[in-house]
Nanobody, 127 residues
Framework: QVQLVESGGGLVQAGGSLRLSCAAS????????MGWFRQAVGKEREFVAV????????GYADSVKGRFTISRDNAKNAVYLQMNSLKPEDTAVYYC????????????????????WGQGTQVTVSS
């Protein structure tokens, strides 16, 4: 009942920036923790970032900490991932995901915990 659509991916040089967006329809995201995951060619889908239902708590993979920032705007029913200082190893398909929760300050790290997924958007970082 929740549809998620990612946008903002593309080709960027190493050291550059991109801002990914995730727009939701069908239901309000106010009852969902939101996450970003990525999957590179030949590798498993991995956790990138998560934000709690209220937006008050965030978590990041060690590989992106200090470079990426997750945020949400419940009034617009959207979630964002600001990616700075991009590296070639950041190249992957990036996915937005939603997890229903009654806990306003809780977030989740494992992909199997999430209920809904977007179609993904390709990010390619050249050296």
């Amino acid at each position: 009942q929740v549809q998620l659509v990612e946008s903002g991916g593309g080709l960027v040089q190493a050291g550059g920036s991109l801002r990914l967006s995730c727009a939701a329809s069908g239901r309000s995201l106010s009852s969902y923790a939101m996450g970003w995951f990525r999957q590179a060619v030949g590798k498993e889908r991995e956790f990138v970032a998560v934000i709690s239902r209220s937006g008050g708590s965030t978590g990041y993979a060690d590989s992106v900490k200090g470079r990426f920032t997750i945020s949400r705007d419940n009034a617009k029913n959207a979630v964002y991932l600001q990616m700075n200082s991009l590296k070639p190893e950041d190249t992957a398909v990036y996915y937005c995901a939603a997890k229903y929760t009654v806990y306003s300050g809780r977030y989740y790290y494992t992909r199997l915990e999430y209920d809904y997924w977007g179609q993904g958007t390709q990010v390619t970082v050249s050296s």
